[in-house]
């Protein structure tokens, strides 16, 4: 059974950080792209960044530029999504996706392939 699985979100304060992880089971990463997403209430599923199969190329989405890093390890199966500097607007469920070998246009909901179950980071005082 294909499954993504998230972990490490929680409730933090402004200015602080959390790492999430994305754990595969029943398929290899290692031939894939990764991808984060989150979705507020409300709001529609924005991708945030992607890593490539090859982990020499990266991409983020503007609003988290500088303060997110996305990284893997294929030996563990697993993704990672450092977050840095959160602010309140960052509050949302945080979901890991896979689709091709390139990252391409992984900002797009129809990219993915598996999605994860989701993990909610709330950023709050």
């Known amino acids: 059974q294909v499954q993504l699985v998230e972990s490490g979100g929680g409730l933090v304060q402004p200015g602080g950080s959390l790492r999430l992880s994305c754990v595969a089971s029943?398929?290899?990463?290692?031939?894939?792209?990764i991808a984060w997403f989150r979705q507020a209430p409300g709001k529609e599923r924005e991708g945030l960044s992607c890593i490539g199969a090859s982990d020499t190329s990266t991409y983020y989405t503007d609003s988290v530029k500088g303060r997110f890093t996305v990284s893997r390890d294929n030996a563990k199966n697993r993704a990672y999504l450092q977050m840095n500097h959160l602010k309140p607007e960052d509050t949302a469920v945080y979901y890991c996706?896979?689709?091709?070998?390139?990252?391409?246009?992984?900002?797009?909901?129809?990219?993915?392939?598996?999605w994860g179950q989701g993990t909610q980071v709330t950023v709050s005082s």
């Open positions: 029943g398929f290899t990463l290692d031939r894939h792209a």
């Open positions: 996706a896979t689709g091709g070998p390139i990252c391409g246009a992984y900002y797009y909901t129809q990219w993915v392939d598996y």
